[in-house]
T-cell receptor, first 113, second 112 residues
């Protein structure tokens, strides 16, 4: 069964460093998403991406964040200068279209020290 | 603004007993509703979804959920719980194409 994959599973970085979280969505999916879950809090939407551009983003997704689909298979989330409060589990998801369910990857746990 | 409330943070149930997890949502239009399950160290796995039509929907692993518009609820049920059902369960609402809004989750513990 096709699945969304994410690498790395755990990333530790120092405050102020740049990190790139990587995702491989399901191959025939067209819509891609990032969510995050701070420990003990709800899963929160960050951004959705379609046709090589952002279709919606949340207030959390400020100028420190960017997304990219650098090739036909990867979808990345970059945080330019990490803060302590960026420590969270980051989930990538994909869907076939706008009226289809979203499938989630296993997540990347980001720890900022 | 859309929102989801899962009133129960933890539920403990005996193996073989029935399970019901509550979900209440707030959404301005006809909602798309989902239940996801997260086992320790795993991602979010889709259990079932409601888009339209029959208000009782069947999902994987023997779960079902009932959409009640009048109560703005989408409760998840399973008639007989197995030890492997111990996990955290998330209800979510949204337009399917973009932003999903999640509830806070309900952690289910299964007693032998």
């Amino acid at each position: 069964e096709p699945e969304v994959t994410q690498t790395p599973s755990h990333q530790v970085t120092q405050m102020g460093q740049e990190v790139i979280l990587r995702c491989v969505p399901i191959s025939n999916h067209l819509y891609f998403y990032w969510y995050r879950q701070i420990l003990g809090q709800k899963v929160e939407f960050l951004v959705s991406f379609y046709n090589n551009e952002i279709s919606e983003k949340s207030e959390i997704f400020d100028d420190q964040f960017s997304v990219e689909r650098p090739d036909g298979s990867n979808f990345t989330l970059k945080i330019r200068s990490t803060k302590l409060e960026d420590s969270a589990m980051y989930f990538c998801a994909s869907s076939e279209g706008t009226v289809y369910e979203q499938y989630f990857g296993p997540g990347t746990r980001l720890t900022v020290t | 603004a859309q929102s989801v409330t899962q009133p129960d943070i933890h539920i403990t149930v005996s193996e073989g007993a029935s399970l019901e997890l509550r979900c209440n949502y707030s959404y301005g239009a006809t909602p798309y509703l989902f239940w996801y399950v997260q086992s320790p160290g795993q991602g979010l796995q889709l259990l079932l979804k409601y888009f339209s039509g029959d208000t009782l929907v069947q999902g994987i692993k023997g779960f079902e959920a009932e959409f009640k518009r009048s109560q703005s609820s989408f409760n998840l049920r399973k008639p007989s719980v197995h030890w492997s059902d111990a996990a955290e369960y998330f209800c979510a609402v949204g337009p399917a194409g973009n932003k999903l809004t999640f509830g806070g989750g309900t952690r289910v513990l299964v007693k032998p």
